[in-house]
């Protein structure tokens, strides 16, 4: 539900208090809206010519486990930068790991489908309010606007771009009407409260709580100290979870003498078990109860649930794939002659298939290209077992090659200079044995960070819609938000060619996805549609079923936690265990260049579930590579340019 993002925090605050505080001659240093944790602007250094630097040591070899997001741009730029012995391997038939974009269903009909996001599918481009979302200072702007990605202004519950959101809780009586009655929002102009004396309340503290901590860390954003408040925000938050911040008293004003202290929202019990179905920018928050502060705190304040895009593809006007790399190819193969999924270059999938296809201008050469070239430069269906640090330095990864073929697969190895580890930490943890790396190479301290991390699942429910919905229904809203079991619904329309619209009829997190894991496919879409029947008849102001409108048979579900690539949906971190998470993103620095290992990805970050974490997990691990391999960094970049972590003591 986008109590929040309604508003765009943070980057309408940041239009209202515009105070530019870079560092004097840093054009290194990140403006504001952008994460907290490192101040750095990422995209001056990725867009630069000739990108972050120029290789001198061309033939350190590389391996990188994993092509998700993470995989394939530390993969590019690696390649932009010159260095021309890469290995890429990847566990499955498919790239782009949690970026899974799906055009169908085994045995159904995609004729005129629209694409179905079973992942990532709502992206903060980091942009401000008087800034179009490709002109935002983030990696995911640079990358759509690189690869001329179609967006769209994704259709949250509450915002300008749904016509209406219907609000059920409490079985229709949150209001306290004789008869069940659905709340309709329409919030045209970005500003309409929810309707309700209690939502107007429930809203009310939530806003006051953000206004006031966006306006003052916008303020100082990027100015001298940020690190000193952003680490104060920490300490006072770390060892808080988000269920206690919802309940803590509220502070009549900001001090400068406490600049980490903003607070809590001041709910009460009522309050905050309907913010649990309400949440702050991008669905039912009340699974994420029990984690810890920073993390809600981090996605409301900092810009992650503003200006959320939907990703059409590399697209035209009518939805159709512009002339692209391989798109009319009949088969795609990897080094060794396995063949894995085409690319279509439709929805968010279009960004994994660009990085990998499309050539970057510095380069003769696309990174796939140039990676099919060497036997061992691109394997698919290859699953890594396990690494080994050798007595000459370098590091042995054991593979099983073509696991698809139980009668045909072989137990192989590569020994490399450096490895670059992007996968789940859950998978790392129960499928791959890590060897002979000493204490000071990677310490029992990191291992433990990684190793119970939690990882969250999800459970995404997805149909076609027909067009009739969006077209001529005035009755139903277009997205519903719900207490029940099926807790958010969206719809929404990619363009008016295709046949059909697209329904999310579940989307869920944590406890509430993790109920739904004992039916199968469908009878979890049955009970869905059926649920949302009930619910749309039992509101008398509606009276009407929505399964009408809905290709059951053509739905698609996915479970992450069941996922065997994937293992879970997104890292996120308990009360009290922050500090472990920013040790893991130190680990670059601190320990690679004597282990040689290289931790990126959203398992060694703290921004779960976003695409941004894993740009900047990437683009990290280059710096650093080229750093340990005295690369010529471009554009006047040096290391002292970089800031680093800092970890309370």
């Known amino acids: 539900m986008t109590i929040g993002s309604n508003f765009n ?73 010159g260095f021309t012995n890469i290995t890429l391997i990847e566990k499955s038939k498919r790239i782009g790991g949690r970026h899974l974009t799906a055009l169908g269903s085994n045995n159904t009909n995609t004729l005129g489908r629209p694409p179905f996001e079973m992942g990532a599918m709502r992206m903060p481009f980091f942009n401000r309010s008087n ?10 702007a640079y990358y759509a606007n690189e690869f001329e990605l179609v967006h769209s202004d994704f259709p949250n519950p509450g915002s300008p771009t749904v016509q209406s959101t219907g609000i059920y809780l409490r079985e229709g009586s949150l209001e ?38 966006t306006q003052h860390v916008s303020e100082h954003y990027g100015a001298e100290h940020w ?131 499309i050539k970057a201008c510095e380069t003769s050469e696309s990174l796939y290209e140039h990676l099919i ?54 998978l790392i943890e129960t499928q791959i044995l890590i060897e002979d790396f000493s204490q000071d190479m990677l310490s029992f301290e990191t291992i433990a960070a990684f190793k119970t991390a939690h990882w969250e699942t999800s459970c995404k429910v997805y149909a076609p819609l027909k067009k009739s919905f969006l077209s001529h229904n005035k009755n139903i809203p277009k997205s519903i938000v719900t207490d029940s079991f099926i807790h958010d619904v969206y719809t929404y329309r990619y363009n008016d060619k295709s046949t059909y619209d697209c329904i999310l009829l579940s989307y869920t997190w944590e406890d509430d996805a993790t109920k739904l894991s004992m039916f199968s496919d469908k009878e979890l879409v049955d009970k869905c549609i059926a649920e949302l029947d009930r619910i749309l008849l039992k509101s008398t102001n509606i009276k009407e079923r929505i399964s009408p409108y809905i290709g059951r048979d053509q739905a698609v579900v996915q479970r992450w936690m069941n996922d065997k690539h994937a293992l879970g949906c997104a890292k996120l971190y308990r009360p009290g265990t922050y500090y472990d998470a920013v040790g893991l993103m130190k680990y670059n620095r601190d320990f690679s260049p004597t282990s040689g290992l290289y931790l990126c990805g959203e398992s060694f970050s703290v921004d779960a579930g976003w695409t941004e974490p894993c740009f900047r ?13 005295q690369a010529n960094f471009n554009g006047g970049f040096s290391m002292g340019d970089y800031p680093e972590y800092k970890i309370e003591t």
């Not at 929002?185 to 939502?199: Q, V």
């Not at 997990?617 to 391999?629: E, M, P, Y």
């Open 9 to 81: 925090y943070p980057a309408d605050i940041d239009q209202q208090h515009r105070r530019r505080k870079r560092t004097v001659h840093n054009k290194w240093r990140a403006t504001f809206p952008s994460p907290p944790d490192l101040c750095f602007d990422y995209r001056a250094l990725v867009e630069q010519e000739n990108g972050i630097a120029q290789a001198t040591n061309t033939a350190h070899k590389i391996c990188i486990i994993g092509a998700g997001i993470t995989g394939l741009t530390t993969a590019r730029e690696l390649h932009r930068c």
């Open 131 to 140: 800034e179009r979302p490709k002109e935002g200072r983030s990696l995911m």
């Open 176 to 213: 306290g009407k004789s008869e069940p009655t659905m709340l309709i929002w329409k919030n045209s102009d970005g500003r309409t409260a929810p309707p309700g004396e209690i939502l107007g309340a429930v809203f009310a503290k939530w806003k006051t709580f953000a206004e006031r901590m």
């Open 227 to 357: 690190e000193d408040m952003w680490g104060a925000i920490v300490k006072k938050y770390e060892g808080t979870s988000f269920r206690d911040l919802v309940k803590m008293p509220t502070i009549d004003h900001w001090q400068r003498m406490d600049p980490g202290n903003f607070g809590g929202m001041g709910m009460t019990a009522q309050e905050s078990a309907i913010f649990y179905s309400i949440g702050i920018g991008d669905g039912s928050w009340g699974a994420f109860y029990d984690i810890c502060s920073i993390y809600p705190i981090r996605t409301a304040i900092f810009g992650f649930s503003s200006h959320l895009q939907l990703i059409h593809g590399r697209v035209n006007s009518e939805g159709e794939p512009i002339e692209s790399p391989y798109l009319d190819a009949t088969e795609i193969f990897d080094s060794r002659g396995l063949k894995f999924n085409n690319p279509n270059y439709i929805g968010l999938g279009s960004l994994a298939e660009s990085l990998l296809f």
């Open 373 to 426: 070239k060497s036997p061992s430069g691109l394997l698919t269906h290859s699953s890594v077992t396990k690494i080994k640090k050798l007595d000459t330095g370098k590091i042995r990864v054991y593979y099983d090659w073509n696991t698809e073929r139980p009668n045909t697969a072989k137990k192989e190895f590569i020994d490399v200079d450096s490895v670059v580890m992007t996968l789940p930490s859950w």
């Open 617 to 629: 997990g990437a683009i990290d691990t280059v710096i650093n590579i080229c750093n340990k391999t």
